[in-house]
C-alpha cells in the first residue's frame, strides 16, 4: 500500500543530502518535465539524489512506503520511463561528475551527466567515446539502451566502450561491476534486460579523437547563385581513433 504522508515524507528528507520535492514545491514542476512535453506525470516526490549513499536511501524509503521507483538520468527518454506516476522519481541530475585520465585513456562520470559535458570535458584532452548525437541526452539512458552515436563506426556502441558502472541494488548495497567484480552484473547491464538496480556512476574507455568541426553545406538551384541549403553537415575531419586496452572497439 502506498504511503506518502508528510511524516513518510520527512524522513526521506532526514534520510538525504540532496533535497526532496513534493507538488507545490518551488523547484518540483521542472523537475518532474522531462524532454517529451507530452508526458505531463506526476511524482508523489522527487527526490534529488547527491550520492550514491542517497539514492541507497531513497530505494529503502520507497520499499517502505511501498510506492513505485523511476529515475531520471537527462530526462531524454521519450516514453517518459523517468517519471512515476504517484510514485518516486529519484533524480540523479546533481551527479554530474566527470573526471578524465587522459593517461589510462578512461573517464568516470556521474549517473546524471549529459553528454554535452562528457563531450566537453574529454576533448579537452583529444579523447572521446561514441556518445550519441544530442548533447542534452543524460548518459545513463544512452549506454543502458546501447548507446549509437557520431564514432560509432569507428569505437563500436557507447555500451561496448563501458569499463565498469558503479551500481545501487535495490538492498542498498553498492558495488562496481566490471568484467573481474560482479561479472553476471556487468553482464546484465550491457544488454541482459532492465531493473537490477540504479546506476550511479559510469566509466569508460575513451579513444584519441581530432577536433570536430561544422562545415555548412550549399546548394545550387535550377537558377541563380549557390545559397545555403538549411541544414548543417557535421563532420569529423581528420578523426582517427585508437582504440584503448578493453575496448570492443
Known sequence: MTNTTSSTVDALRAAL?????????????RDR???NGAVGRTPSVVARCS??????AALHWAGVAGVEVAVRGGGHGGWGAAVAEDGLTIDLGLMDHVLVDPEARRVR????????????????HGLAVTAGTVSHTGVGGLTLGG????LVRMCGLTVDNLV?????????????????????????????GGNFGVVTEFEYALHEVARPC????????STGPRRPSGWAARRWRGCRATPAAGSRA
Open 147 to 150: 548507446g549509437f552515436g557520431w
Open 17 to 29: 543530502i540532496g533535497p526532496v520535492l513534493e507538488p507545490g514545491d518551488p523547484g518540483y514542476d
Open 51 to 56: 550520492s550514491a549513499a542517497d539514492v541507497a
Open 109 to 124: 562520470c556521474g549517473g546524471g551527466t549529459s553528454l554535452g559535458e562528457l563531450d566537453a570535458a574529454c576533448q579537452e
Open 164 to 192: 565498469s558502472a558503479e551500481v545501487v541494488l535495490v538492498d542498498g548495497r553498492c558495488v562496481r561491476a566490471s568484467a573481474d567484480d560482479h561479472p553476471d552484473l556487468f553482464w546484465a547491464l550491457r544488454g541482459g
Open 33 to 35: 518535465l522531462i524532454w
Open 214 to 221: 561544422t562545415s555548412r553545406c550549399s546548394s545550387t538551384g
